[in-house]
């Protein structure tokens, strides 16, 4: 069963540059290790359980699934993973509507103090990289992957709402209604002048949107061929703010 969202991922060139970036913009990072495939990642705990993962490679690794995303494609805001306590069932119910998931696989990384933190995910690729998502249950306690620090000092207490751009926010709408066994809600966004389907998640928001006006911001994401999560807000209990892509290694963030 889907649980929530796990966490986000953001790619960054220079991982240390990133952690310096989000924590002039008030979030609390730590170093979280490295993985034994070339790429290693810094950690952004939250009180409802969520984290956002900042990742960068320490070598050149072309064969990871993230590799030509971060180089190619710019980076910043590529992926989202869902958490669930029954991963073979989940993984099922995704390819049961067609999509390129992939085989289940043992994850791991070594923090800095030596524990060997372990999972198993998936990755999903071609047309629904990042416009659907991966999925992960752990193996060792979950507690151990997550960040013990989930204080922020600008307030963010978890993920509220995680919005993808699409040209047909039905069609992906209609593929995850059918693995979370939910039928989506559909509504407008005036700001971004576009249309979409929203989904409720344990205690985040997942939504899918197309643009419905000719200047929807949308279109020019979407003409970049820019990673399909779009934008990203937390929920705080500090004074709300809107940091845009030029600040945040690529990202927009809202804290509302």
Aim: with cysteine; glycine share 12%; aromatic share 8%.
């Amino acid at each position: 069963m889907i649980l929530g969202i796990d966490h986000i991922v953001i790619a960054a060139r220079e991982l240390n540059a990133a952690m310096e970036t989000y924590r002039g913009l008030g979030f609390s990072v730590v170093y979280g290790g490295a993985h034994p495939y070339g790429s290693h990642n810094a950690l952004i705990g939250f009180e409802d359980g969520s984290y956002i993962e900042l990742l960068g490679f320490y070598e050149e690794s072309p064969a990871h699934p993230w590799w030509e995303l971060l180089h190619e494609r710019g980076g910043g805001l590529i992926d989202f993973c869902l958490a669930t306590d029954d991963i073979r069932a989940d993984l099922a119910a995704i390819r049961a509507q067609g999509v390129e998931a992939g085989d289940l696989t043992e994850g791991g990384r070594r923090r800095p103090d030596g524990y060997e933190v372990k999972w198993i995910n998936n990755k999903v690729g071609g047309e629904f990289q990042g416009i659907m998502p991966f999925i992960i249950e752990d193996v060792s306690p979950r507690a151990q992957r997550l960040p013990r620090e989930t204080t922020q000092a600008n307030g963010a207490t978890g993920i509220h709402c995680l919005s993808l751009a699409t040209e047909d926010a039905g069609r992906y709408g209609a593929i995850m209604g059918a693995v979370l066994g939910q039928e989506g809600q559909a509504f407008r966004d005036d700001e971004l002048g576009a249309s979409g389907i929203r989904f409720e998640l344990g205690s985040h928001f997942l939504e899918y949107l197309s643009p419905s006006e000719l200047e929807s911001p949308l279109r020019a994401h979407l003409a970049r061929d820019l990673p399909a999560p779009y934008r990203v807000s937390f929920k705080t209990r500090g004074p709300s703010a809107s940091f845009g892509p030029e600040q945040t290694e690529g990202v927009r963030i809202e804290l509302k």
